[in-house]
């Protein structure tokens, strides 16, 4: 099959910890490394859609640091979730220039679950802000997105680092995982299981993704952080900015 990319960008979803998304791609474009085609899940699919539209990291930076997730969702009374995320949305089309896929300035695919079907969709075409909403819609937590009469929620539900659409289209893949596997001294309380249960989950579903990567920025520090708060952003960029910035230290050929 011939290759239609040089290099691809992976983005995992991870809520909050988006912050270190911002700070990987900060070391990137220092490094000179630029993505010909993006595939994101969740938070990832909000910065590959900002990244594929022109802005810079710093840009993204000062976007997120500017609107906190209580400010993008509002209680509502469905019974298929709490919340609801009209505020992102409407940020989405306000901040993002284009309004289609096909309007990006470079290619995207973005993660969804489709819930009637039971299957994972990767969407490149058509509408974007409502995919991307879609992508980021945890479920239980937030209501889900309706599109063509099926609901849609978040990509990570199947596939929350989505190396598979763009794999075989790509010569390399950089990928940057923000849900990345860690020990933990102490477990209290049924929060804490629920939490540690679904981390193994992911990263037992990440395990394939990230051996296909030719290069995995993996920000381990990022692991003490929650998927909510924005409070330490500065704190979680730099650490993917770290990351990066020491990963690309063994690669020097890109």
């Not at 912050?19 to 791609?25: E, K, N, Q, S």
């Not at 300035?105 to 879609?134: D, Q």
């Not at 790509?170 to 102490?186: A, D, L, T």
Request: glycine share 10%; with cysteine.
């Amino acid at each position: 099959m011939l290759m239609k990319f040089k290099l691809g960008l992976v983005l995992s979803g991870g809520g909050t910890r988006g912050f270190a998304h911002i700070g990987a791609l900060q070391a990137l474009e220092e490094a000179g490394v630029q993505a010909d085609v993006i595939s994101g899940t969740s938070v990832g699919s909000i910065v590959g859609a900002l990244y594929a539209d022109g802005y810079s990291p710093p840009e993204m930076l000062e976007l997120f640091r500017r609107n906190r997730v209580i400010q993008l969702s509002r209680l509502t009374f469905f019974r298929k979730g709490m919340l609801s995320l009209p505020g992102l949305k409407k940020k989405i089309n306000k901040y993002i220039r284009a309004k289609t896929f096909e309007e990006l300035k470079r290619p995207l695919y973005v993660t969804v679950t489709n819930l009637h079907r039971g299957e994972v969709e990767y969407a490149h075409e058509g509408a974007l802000a409502e995919k991307i909403v879609a992508s980021a819609t945890i479920p239980i937590l937030f209501a889900p997105v309706t599109i063509k009469q099926e609901y849609y929620v978040d990509g990570a539900v199947i596939d929350n680092f989505p190396v598979k659409p763009i794999r075989e289209l790509c010569e390399k893949i950089v990928g940057i995982n923000i849900m990345p596997n860690s020990q933990v001294q102490e477990i209290r309380g049924i929060r804490d299981v629920a939490m540690r249960t679904f981390q193994l989950y992911v990263h037992a579903m990440n395990r394939d993704s990230s051996a296909a990567c030719d290069l995995l920025i993996e920000p381990v520090d990022i692991a003490g952080f929650g998927y909510l708060g924005s409070k330490r952003g500065m704190e979680m960029y730099r650490i993917g900015y770290d990351a990066a910035k020491k990963q690309l230290e063994t690669f020097k050929n890109w």
